[in-house]
C-alpha cells in the first residue's frame, strides 16, 4: 500500500500589514465592528513587487527546505489560486522554472477557498495511485488585486498570502487519508469576480455565511465517518479562515471544542486558497501538531465549492538537519533556490 504524507509546509506574506483602523480611515467602518463581526485585526497586502508567483515560490521553498526535497525531486506542483498573475503561463510554470523543478508537471487549479484542498486531494490520489512520488502543493492568492477598497462590505475581509506543502509517497500507513470534494454551481451568484480586469469581487455576505456553516458541519462529519473517527479522537481542525463566527458555529455544531480549531484569521484576514496552508503551517509551528494525532482540513467559498480531508499526522515538528546540509552541499538548498528565484522572477517583471 502506498500512503501520502505531508513532509514539509512553509507560508509567506507580504510585508505590508494594514490594521482595522488603517481601513476605518477610508470606508465607514471601524476597528471594533470587524473584530466584532468577522475576528479579523489585520491583513497582510502586497506591494506591486509580490506577485502571486514570488509569494508562492516563497512559501514553497521554506516547505522543501523542511522536508528535505530537493526540487528536481518533485514530481507534480499545483496551485491553487483564484488571483493568477497571468492567464498563462500557470503560476504553477512561474514556481516551476524558479525552483528549477525540472522533473515536474506543473498546473493551476480554481477552486477558489476550498482550493488548497481540491489541490491536496489531486496530488495526494496521484501519490497513492503511484503516478508520482513527490508532490508540491500551493495555495496563493493575491485577493488586494481583485477587490474594491471602497466597499465595506468586502474590502476589510480580504488578505494576501501563500501556504505550501510537500507530499512525498511512503508505505508508512497514515497521511492523506481521505478527501471530499463537492460543488453547487448554482450558488455561484453568492460569491464572484468577472473575467473583466476592470471588475472586483462581489458577494452577498449572509448567504456565504449560510452556506459555510452548513458544508462545514456536513463535510467534517463525512470524513471523520471515512476515516472511522468519532468527533472526541480529532486533535485538531484547520478550518478555512474566513470569519471567526463560521467557525465558532461549526465547532458547536460538530460538538468539537473551539480550542481544537486552529485560528490565525485575527493576522491575516480571508486568504482564500492561502488560508489553509498558512494556518497548517502555523498550527505545526506552534506545537499543536505531534506525530500521530488525527487533523481535519475543511474549506468553503466560491463556486460554490467546499473540501475536506482526514490526515494522520506522523511527521515529527522538527526538520531534519543533516539531510538539510548535504542538500546545500549539492546546491539544492534553500539558499540556493532563492537565488535562482530571485533570477527568474526578476525576469518575468522586467517582461
Ligand atoms: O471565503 C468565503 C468568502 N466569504 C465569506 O466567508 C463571508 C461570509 N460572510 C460573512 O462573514 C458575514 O456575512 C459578513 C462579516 C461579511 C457580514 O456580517 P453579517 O452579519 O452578514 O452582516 P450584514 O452583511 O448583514 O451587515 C450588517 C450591517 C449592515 O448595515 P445595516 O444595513 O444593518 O445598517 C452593513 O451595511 O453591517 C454593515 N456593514 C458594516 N459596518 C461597518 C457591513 N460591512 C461593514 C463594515 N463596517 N465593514
Known amino acids: 500500500m502506498r500512503y501520502a504524507h505531508i513532509v514539509g509546509w512553509g507560508k509567506s506574506v507580504p510585508e505590508k500589514i494594514v490594521t482595522n483602523d488603517d481601513l476605518a480611515r477610508t470606508v465607514n467602518t471601524s476597528d471594533e465592528w470587524i473584530r466584532t463581526m468577522t475576528g479579523i485585526r489585520q491583513r497582510h497586502i502586497a506591494s506591486d513587487k509580490e506577485t502571486t508567483a514570488s509569494l508562492s515560490t516563497a512559501a514553497a521553498i521554506d516547505a522543501l527546505d523542511m522536508a528535505g526535497v530537493p526540487a528536481a525531486q518533485l514530481d507534480l506542483i499545483i496551485v491553487s489560486t483564484v488571483t493568477p498573475d497571468y492567464m498563462f503561463p500557470s503560476t504553477a510554470a512561474l514556481v516551476q522554472d524558479a525552483l528549477g523543478a525540472d522533473n515536474a508537471g506543473a498546473y493551476d487549479l480554481s477552486a477558489a477557498c476550498a482550493g488548497f484542498l481540491y489541490a491536496l486531494s489531486q496530488a495526494a490520489d496521484s501519490i497513492r495511485a503511484g503516478t508520482i512520488h513527490t508532490?508540491?502543493?500551493?495555495?496563493?492568492?493575491?485577493?488586494?488585486?481583485?477587490?474594491?477598497?471602497?466597499?465595506?462590505?468586502?474590502?476589510?475581509?480580504?488578505?494576501?498570502?501563500?501556504?505550501?506543502?510537500?507530499?512525498?509517497?511512503?508505505?508508512?500507513?497514515?497521511?492523506?487519508?481521505?478527501?471530499?470534494?463537492?460543488?453547487?454551481?448554482?450558488?455561484?451568484?453568492?460569491?464572484?469576480?468577472?473575467?473583466?480586469?476592470?471588475?472586483?469581487?462581489?458577494?452577498?455576505?449572509?448567504?456565504?455565511?449560510?452556506?459555510?456553516?452548513?458544508?462545514?458541519?456536513?463535510?467534517?462529519?463525512?470524513?471523520?465517518?471515512?476515516?472511522?473517527?468519532?468527533?472526541?479522537?480529532?486533535?485538531?481542525v484547520v478550518p478555512h479562515q474566513a470569519n471567526i463566527r463560521i467557525i465558532d458555529t461549526a465547532a458547536k455544531a460538530l460538538?468539537?471544542?473551539?480550542?481544537?480549531?486552529?485560528?490565525?484569521?485575527?493576522?491575516?484576514?480571508?486568504?482564500?486558497?492561502?488560508?489553509?496552508?498558512?494556518?497548517?503551517?502555523?498550527?505545526v509551528t506552534a506545537g499543536k501538531l505531534k506525530p500521530d494525532d488525527k487533523l481535519v482540513l475543511v474549506g468553503?467559498?466560491?463556486?460554490?465549492?467546499?473540501?475536506?480531508?482526514?490526515?494522520?499526522?506522523?511527521?515529527?515538528?522538527?526538520?531534519?538537519?543533516?539531510?538539510?546540509?548535504?542538500?546545500?552541499?549539492?546546491?539544492?538548498?534553500?539558499?540556493?533556490?532563492?537565488?535562482?528565484?530571485?533570477?527568474v522572477l526578476r525576469r518575468l517583471e522586467d517582461g
Do not use: H
Not at 473551539?258 to 492561502?274: C, H, L, P, Q, W
Open 135 to 236: 508532490a508540491l502543493v500551493i495555495g496563493a492568492e493575491r485577493l488586494s488585486s481583485i477587490v474594491d477598497w471602497k466597499d465595506r462590505n468586502t474590502c476589510v475581509l480580504f488578505g494576501d498570502g501563500a501556504g505550501a506543502v510537500v507530499l512525498k509517497a511512503s508505505t508508512q500507513p497514515g497521511g492523506v487519508l481521505t478527501t471530499l470534494l463537492r460543488a453547487d454551481g448554482s450558488g455561484g451568484p453568492a460569491l464572484y469576480k468577472r473575467q473583466n480586469a476592470a471588475e472586483t469581487l462581489q458577494m452577498n455576505g449572509r448567504e456565504v455565511f449560510r452556506f459555510a456553516t452548513r458544508v462545514m458541519d456536513k463535510s467534517v462529519r463525512e470524513v471523520m465517518r471515512r476515516a472511522g473517527w468519532t468527533n472526541d479522537q480529532v486533535d485538531v
Open 255 to 283: 460538538g468539537i471544542p473551539m480550542e481544537k480549531f486552529f485560528v490565525n484569521i485575527d493576522r491575516y484576514g480571508n486568504t482564500s486558497a492561502a488560508s489553509i496552508p498558512i494556518a497548517l503551517c502555523e498550527a
Open 300 to 343: 468553503f467559498g466560491g463556486g460554490l465549492t467546499w473540501a475536506a480531508a482526514a490526515v494522520q499526522w506522523l511527521v515529527p515538528p522538527k526538520p531534519v538537519k543533516r539531510s538539510q546540509r548535504v542538500l546545500s552541499r549539492l546546491g539544492y538548498g534553500a539558499a540556493a533556490i532563492r537565488s535562482r528565484a530571485r533570477r
